[in-house]
């Protein structure tokens, strides 16, 4: 188990009985001003929110951050094939639930960040507010027909093609692969006669920000948990969410969005950002920039994203 600590606070770390599984979170603070939800995307784990965990615990608010149902030290579903982001939604419930929370701020990246809206569409009288980063809402399913063959997610989707590519390597050199790639300004694509592991090889560096203690972290999770529900949640359970038919968040929403983060480049997202759409939905909506972010802008920045983050709890003050 990582243990992260600084000189005011220290994480523990509980698994949580939710819907038939084990659910693993980390917590820190005492709470005082409100409760923080840490919701990760692929291929992450509550690690990943390391650094903006002691700063909002510091910052008085207690801080849980959970490795979704077949993710790090959580149990797995015994059908990963019948994942969807309902059982998402209703595990989020069960956790504050259970953790006796009568409502909180709810901060996600990646794919994270869909139940986190729909959570907040469904239950606004649980939800303080919204932080999202480098994923704006969006109505409707995401299409990726404008997209080559090659692209990641339409590879991924394929049953047996990312196991086979994956399982041509140890699970250390995958999760290593893969942070690279969505480190990335580009989006990640393959040549017809490439597989996505073949971007990157062990010549090609880690960024800078990411240590081989931390990548040691993410594949001994991973080692766990193995890559079975990860690709089925995400990539494999996409076209299950349905959507909300009109949909109007009753919650203050902030996204923050990495300028070189590769998932601004997908068809839409520019758009839903800077031309107003996203506003139709979110009356409160703050939206925010950083310059050189990449898709782990919180690992990449954590000074920057804390900052952004704590002002955004302190400007939505939670009523008692």
């Not at 700063?55 to 801080?63: D, F």
């Not at 399913?141 to 390597?169: C, H, K, M, V």
């Not at 699970?171 to 300004?185: E, G, M, N």
């Not at 972010?293 to 804390?306: M, T």
């Amino acid at each position: 188990m990582a243990m992260i600590r600084d000189q005011q606070v220290e994480l523990e770390h509980s698994h949580l009985p939710i819907r038939g599984l084990n659910l693993h979170v980390a917590q820190a603070g005492k709470g005082e001003l409100g409760t923080v939800l840490f919701l990760h995307g692929f291929p992450e784990i509550w690690y990943s929110w390391r650094h903006q965990m002691l700063a909002v615990a510091a910052a008085g608010y207690r801080a849980v951050a959970l490795d979704w149902r077949g993710y790090g030290l959580s149990d797995q579903p015994p059908e990963p094939e019948a994942a969807s982001y309902d059982d998402l939604v209703e595990d989020l419930l069960a956790i504050l639930d259970a953790l006796s929370i009568p409502k909180a701020f709810l901060v996600a990246k990646d794919f994270g960040a869909r139940p986190a809206y729909y959570f907040a569409l469904h239950h606004p009288s649980r939800t303080c507010g919204v932080m999202c980063l480098g994923i704006p809402f969006l109505h409707g399913s995401s299409s990726f027909t404008n997209l080559p063959e090659g692209f990641y997610i339409l590879r991924w989707r394929e049953q047996g093609r990312a196991e086979s590519d994956f399982g041509r390597y140890d699970v250390k050199r995958v999760v290593r692969t893969i942070y690279i790639l969505f480190s990335r300004s580009e989006i990640p694509i393959a040549k017809q006669d490439q597989e996505i592991m073949d971007l990157a090889d062990l010549s090609t560096p880690l960024p800078e920000w990411f240590t081989e203690d931390d990548l040691a972290v993410y594949a001994s999770l991973y080692e766990k948990s193995g890559f079975r529900y990860p690709l089925e949640m995400p990539y494999r359970s996409l076209h299950k969410a349905n959507a909300i038919e009109d949909p109007k968040f009753q919650v203050p929403v902030f996204v923050v969005m990495g300028e070189k983060d590769y998932v601004y480049k997908f068809p839409g997202i520019e758009s839903v950002l800077k031309d107003g759409i996203m506003e139709k939905f979110v009356p409160d909506l703050k939206i925010a920039y950083i310059p050189e972010g990449s898709h782990f802008v919180q690992e990449q920045f954590p000074d920057k994203v804390n900052d952004l983050l704590v002002r955004f709890l302190k400007d939505h003050p939670v009523s008692t």
